[in-house]
């Protein structure tokens, strides 16, 4: 082969190379310099959260799940605790009003790309910083609001049901499930009662039904009364104990002891079961039970109440196991803060007081089947709920009479 052949093959050689590398060159410009813009919605973010803040109230109510005041201080409250959330990208009001939306609307990212017309990049970063400052949100706000736990509370002063049996009563507990998504390989630990996979969250909450104290994250396998021992256990989940003399009402899947107060297990236990002709209560035990029920129906409708208001803990499916836990405490947070905030939101005007003829259905009234523990001071309870009791059935002979 001549030179003249040779420097022939490496010119055709250098042309196909100098032609694959425009090629390439051209397709990364046009990929990642050139983009053909996809958020092209004259409706943007801020155009739209604009046109609902200075619309119909109730438009706004149905798209954040509060009231306007409300999220204005929400906006306030973020940014002197925590410090601004957005960035030139996306601003502060956004990225609040984004993680509210996704929350209430139980969309996923994608609807929520749509509707702030922000990449999905920017979206899912903002929307996971704004779920971690709602955990921070969480530690100081899901805690009593008097920690002494002094005087009665309020809802039972002024209910003559209740006062002054339960004057010393200072909240209610109990386990709520939410559906869970985890790999296959992992999901047999939670499968809960229902054959699906949840994760149990055990849940403390005063008369004005917000929450004092949250444990998310269990395997729906789990019963109630070992999340229960294992946070009373644990110094560092920084239960608020109830005081000498002061006490949580429990049903019956958790144990009977000190500063935990139980129905009475041979009897009927539910409210709901005295309703109707000829299920009226026969004895001071049962007389007990019925109103122990209705007091702790409060967290009952406190569930109720979170549940119905952030459509997410329905499905979330896509976030990893660690991320729907910091979900389920973001949403409680948010629940406390509506509650503290708001003149008079809707959800829980709707499961609050008055609510005691709302349906089974609309409540989670499911319980752990009974599992028998005592601990320290269960004589000390049984004598506390003995001499509710005798006061209960006093009252009500004296009714009678």
């Known amino acids: 082969m001549t030179d003249s052949e ?56 149905s798209a954040l799940r509060m009231e306007k005041p409300v999220f204005y201080n929400l906006l306030h409250d973020l940014e002197v605790n925590f410090g601004v959330l957005g960035s030139n990208q996306i601003s502060h009001l956004e990225v609040v009003a984004l993680v509210v939306y996704v929350f209430g609307q139980g969309c996923g990212l994608r609807t929520a790309v749509e509707r702030f017309q922000h990449s999905l990049e920017t979206i899912w970063r903002y929307y996971n910083i704004a779920i971690d400052v709602l955990n921070e949100l969480a530690k100081l706000i899901i805690k009593p609001v008097d920690p002494q736990f002094n005087g009665v509370a309020p809802e039972i002063l002024r209910d003559k049901r209740y006062m002054p049996h339960f004057k010393d009563c200072i909240g209610a507990i109990d386990g709520v499930h939410v559906p869970a998504f985890v790999p296959p390989e992992y999901q047999v630990p939670y499968i809960g009662r229902k054959g699906a996979p949840t994760q149990n969250i055990m849940a403390a909450c005063d008369f004005h039904m917000q929450f004092i104290f949250v444990c998310a994250g269990w395997e729906g396998s789990a019963h109630d009364t070992r999340v229960f021992l294992s946070v009373l256990r644990n110094p560092e989940m920084n239960f608020p104990m109830p005081p000498p003399g002061k006490y949580y009402v429990v049903d019956s899947g958790y144990p009977q002891m000190s500063g935990f107060l139980t129905p009475d297990k041979g009897h009927k ?109 269960a004589q000390e309870m049984d004598a506390i709920r003995n001499g509710i009791a005798q006061s209960l059935m006093r009252v009500r002979n004296d009714r009678n009479v």
């Open 6 to 61: 040779d420097d022939g093959i490496e010119e055709e050689v250098f042309i196909q190379t100098l032609g694959v590398t425009a090629c390439l060159i051209h397709s990364y410009y046009m990929r990642y310099v050139h983009k053909n813009p996809s958020m092209t919605s004259s409706q943007t973010g801020n155009k739209w959260l604009m046109e609902i803040i200075h619309g119909n109230d109730n438009r706004f109510y």
């Open 269 to 377: 236990q539910h409210f709901q079961q005295y309703r109707g002709r000829g299920q009226e209560p026969r004895n001071e035990k049962e007389v007990f039970n019925q109103v122990h029920s209705s007091l702790r129906g409060v967290i009952e409708r406190t569930f109720g109440v979170w549940k119905k208001k952030w459509k997410v803990l329905k499905d979330m499916q896509g976030y990893a196991i660690e991320r729907q836990v910091k979900i389920v405490i973001a949403t409680m947070a948010l629940h406390n803060y509506i509650r503290r905030h708001a003149s008079r939101d809707k959800d829980f005007t709707q499961f609050g007081e008055g609510s005691r003829n709302m349906s089974n259905s609309m409540m989670d009234m499911d319980n752990d089947a009974q599992e028998e523990y005592h601990g320290h001071g």
